[in-house]
């Protein structure tokens, strides 16, 4: 009897014991279709988070876990990649900017182009803390990623060093090659930004001062990111009818740099060339195929976002930006330019690409010189509502500066072309956006991703829900390095989605751009929920990622 008394102690000893376990997750998905980001096939299985990391997956109906998320009827997926996210400048001075990208399905974002936070100098510094009113500095990426973990950010940021930013340092704007000694003082910086973390060399090919970089100036440069095994990133130096051409030096720079080579948003702009899309992307295929490791991003719009003063040409920049400017009030110098920008066509002429219609370009942002009531209207709306000439209109908005459009330039079928290359993934072009503290933006920075899925894959079929995945998160982490994002599989970090294919939607237009996406209704960073049920929580867990050069 004592026998038996002694064994049934032991045995509400154990049950006792095995309630006051800790629960073997912190987080079970439970009964979602899962697209792993692979590109095959997809299956039914449960997905189960520990300690920031995939643990499980499979049937995980036995075990315990502090939060469950039942997802049946929806789709599980890796957590989505942007691969030109803009600056990460906003998530420094405001955590709510992370929305813009989380509630489109965004749980990384790589961050720079001609332009990077770093490295920067007293000068360059100066006018990052006017325009953004930051009130601390910094000079290189060992300072800036600090301050920026330090802040805490909702999505993982992965950083380049600007091509141009290491220019402006080191020759300031102005139109000047490098000498020996300051080319190679170039190579430091970029050294250095690689070193401190940075995934590769951007460069933005048509923008004042990076435009005025030679293909050998970047070569050079682009082998100081080879060394730290990075990653050579361009907006091409032309996107209409010298986009082949543009294509050809990227792939240049590459083979002679050693380096592989990504395009960003891949486009052949004016409806004259909208044709060499089909051969642009057989041109990057060759060079795949010869053993360079090229790829492309594109955003699903058929209109871009520039700076207005972009429609003149850059040779007048060369001795800066405020020098020309100054010049822009004088009727002599508006008539030439007027002059050249109808009739020339051996640059990036938007107006050409716009079909010189100043009613196809729309304002998407101005400066504190410009009535913000402008925002939304077109050029020609602009000029018809002052009672002046398009053309004045035009040039009193490049003279006041900080001006944005939203130029129509593509078309749908080279969009649906570039989707279906297996080479090509996406991006939104731009900065992490609090709706309550912008005017305006391109619709890309609120529902890139969420059109990819609505307009694209359910409305379109021009791809399938599982490829575009692959193309949202596999895809890019591969090209970024990151070994352990972009799949759902035991032992990768735990960035994860949960929604329902078929009302996932943007709500961001270019009349209303300002509006969050809907039907994400999980987002799940680094094993921490920061969307849950469709609304935010506020967590705060993304990772500042540093590239780690091989030893």
């Known amino acids: 009897m004592n026998r038996r008394c002694d064994t049934i102690v032991s045995l509400l000893a154990v049950i006792a014991l095995s309630s006051c376990a800790p629960p073997s997750y912190d987080l079970i998905v439970a009964g979602g279709l899962v697209f792993d980001g692979s590109g095959g096939l997809e299956y039914t299985a449960d997905v189960g988070i520990r300690d920031g990391d995939i643990t499980a997956v499979g049937d ?14 929806m789709v599980v997926t890796p957590g989505f990649i942007d691969m030109m996210g803009g600056s990460s400048l906003p998530l420094l001075l405001d955590a709510v900017s992370a929305q813009s990208k989380l509630r489109q399905g965004i749980t990384t ?26 009130d601390t500095s910094w000079t290189t990426y060992g300072e800036y990623l600090p301050l920026l973990e330090g802040k805490g950010v909702g999505l993982n940021v992965v950083h380049n060093v600007g091509a141009a930013q290491v220019r402006r340092l080191v020759l300031g704007d102005v139109d000047q090659e490098p000498d020996a000694e300051q080319l190679s003082r ?52 032309n996107e209409s ?15 002679e740099a050693e380096i ?38 594109i955003y699903p719009y058929v209109r871009n976002g520039i700076g207005l003063g972009s429609f003149i040409h850059p040779r007048h920049y060369a001795r800066g930006e405020d020098v020309f400017l100054e010049t822009l009030g004088r009727v ?20 050409r690409h716009v079909g010189f219609n100043w009613d196809n370009v729309l304002i998407a942002r101005v400066g504190p010189d410009t009535d913000s009531a402008f925002v939304g209207l ?36 080279q969009k649906h072309q570039a989707m279906r290359a297996p080479f090509v993934c996406f991006d939104t072009d731009a900065s992490p956006t609090n709706p309550d503290s912008v005017a305006s933006a391109h619709p890309r920075a609120f529902g890139s991703f969420t059109r990819v899925l609505a307009k694209y894959v359910r409305e379109e079929g021009v791809i399938g829900l599982g490829e575009a995945v692959r193309k949202l998160t ?36 270019f009349t209303d751009p300002l509006q969050y996406s809907e039907g994400i209704d999980y987002v799940v960073v680094n094993g921490e929920l920061v969307i849950d049920g469709g609304n935010a929580t506020g967590a705060l867990p993304g990772e500042v990622t540093r590239h780690r050069p091989p030893r």
Not at 109 to 127: I, L, N
Not at 261 to 267: A, F, N, Q
Not at 335 to 342: P, T
Not at 477 to 504: E, K, Q, S, Y
């Open 241 to 255: 009818g010298q986009v082949l051409e543009a294509i050809e030096e990227a792939v240049r720079i590459g083979r």
């Open 60 to 73: 995980l109906s036995g075990e315990s876990s502090r939060r469950s998320i039942r997802a049946d009827g």
């Open 109 to 134: 974002a790589m961050m720079g182009e001609g332009g990077s936070p770093a490295p920067q100098d007293e000068r360059t510094m100066q006018e990052v803390q006017e325009q953004f009113n930051v």
């Open 186 to 237: 170039m190579k430091e910086l970029v050294a250095q930004a690689m070193e401190q973390g940075a995934v590769g060399l951007s460069s933005a090919l048509i923008y004042p001062p990076g435009s005025y970089a030679t293909t050998d100036e970047l070569v050079e440069l682009a082998r100081a990111a080879a060394a730290s095994g990075g990653v050579y990133f361009t907006h091409l130096r």
């Open 332 to 351: 002599d110098v508006r008539r030439q330019l007027r002059r050249e920008i109808e009739a020339t066509s051996d640059w990036e002429n938007w107006y």
């Open 378 to 413: 077109s050029v020609q709306q602009v000029a018809d509502l002052r009672g002046v000439d398009s053309w004045q209109a035009f040039f009193d908005l490049v003279q006041a500066g900080r001006v944005s459009v939203n130029p129509l330039s593509m078309n749908e079928e």
């Open 260 to 297: 592989p080579v990504h395009v960003y948003h891949l486009k052949a702009a004016g409806q004259e060339n909208w044709h060499l899309m089909t051969d642009a992307l057989r041109l990057i295929e060759d060079a795949r195929s010869s053993g360079l490791a090229i790829t492309a991003d």
């Open 474 to 509: 596999s895809l890019p982490a591969t090209l970024l390095g990151l070994a352990d994002r972009g799949r759902i599989a035991v032992g990768m970090r735990a960035d994860l989605l949960v929604f329902d294919p078929n009302t996932v939607q943007d709500r961001a237009t």
